[in-house]
Antibody, heavy 118, light 110 residues
Framework: QVHLVQSGAEIKTPGASVKVSCKAS????????VDWVRQAPGQGLEWMGI????????TYAQRFQGRVTLTRDTSTSTVYMELSTLRSDDTAVYYC???????????WGQGTLVTISS | QSALTQPASVSGSPGQSITISCTGT?????????VSWYQQHPGKAPKLMIY???KRPSGVSNRFSGSKSGNTASLTISGLQAEDEADYYC??????????FGGGTKLTVL
């Protein structure tokens, strides 16, 4: 069965960076893109970007351009999301999700809470 | 402000049907048959309920159905059950690989 397992909660100070991992299992890693979506407390879902595990090509939402970097390690079937220059409004739960052809998200990680606090 | 517009809340009694609308533009919903819907219970990750506008993943009840007319997609839940109480999000393909989400709709089962 498909699983996406994310790393644990993080507490960061403003201006720092955070790197969240998402380890995939139960399917052929190279056959599906992986997206990142975040959700601020009490707010809706916000799309951040996508990575193609084959070759590593990425597309980012315009509002995160220059601050977010998605990478992957094919040897461990893991995708990483790094967000830099953190601000208090980056406090959110960050999710990774698998995207099949058809542009929907069929399996999601459990979420990683990132808290920005001085 | 979200790219797709959903009502903030809807409600219905057990056994009734409700419909949640999701309005976009001719650049997203109106241009692609790539709308998906997600259910999210408090503290949980979203769950895919409808994809490609009308299709249900394996394991999702046939009480859930999707449709589209022009720039507006809709999710209908028939035979409401207490367990359906949750937040629902629509999502559409945007451009260049991007996804757009609606602001979410809180469903209350009375």
């Amino acid at each position: 069965q498909v699983h996406l397992v994310q790393s644990g909660a993080e507490i960061k100070t403003p201006g720092a960076s955070v790197k969240v991992s998402c380890k995939a299992s139960g399917y052929t890693f190279s056959n599906y893109h992986v997206d990142w979506v975040r959700q601020a407390p009490g707010q809706g879902l916000e799309w951040m970007g996508i990575i193609n595990p084959t070759g590593g090509a990425t597309t980012y939402a315009q509002r995160f351009q220059g601050r977010v970097t998605l990478t992957r390690d094919t040897s461990t079937s893991t995708v990483y999301m790094e967000l830099s220059t953190l601000r208090s409004d980056d406090t959110a739960v960050y999710y990774c999700a698998r995207r099949p052809y058809g542009d929907y998200l069929d399996f999601w990680g459990q979420g990683t809470l990132v808290t920005i606090s001085s | 402000q979200s790219a797709l517009t959903q009502p903030a809340s809807v409600s219905g009694s057990p056994g009734q049907s409700i419909t949640i609308s999701c309005t976009g533009t001719s650049s997203n919903i109106g241009n692609y048959n790539l709308v998906s819907w997600y259910q999210q219970h408090p503290g949980k990750a979203p769950k895919l309920m409808i994809y490609e506008g009308t299709k249900r993943p394996s394991g999702v009840s046939n009480r859930f159905s999707g449709s589209k007319s022009g720039n507006t997609a809709s999710l209908t839940i028939s035979g409401l059950q207490a367990e359906d109480e949750a937040d629902y999000y629509c999502c559409s393909y945007g451009t260049s690989g991007s996804l757009l989400f609606g602001g979410g709709t809180k469903l209350t089962v009375l």
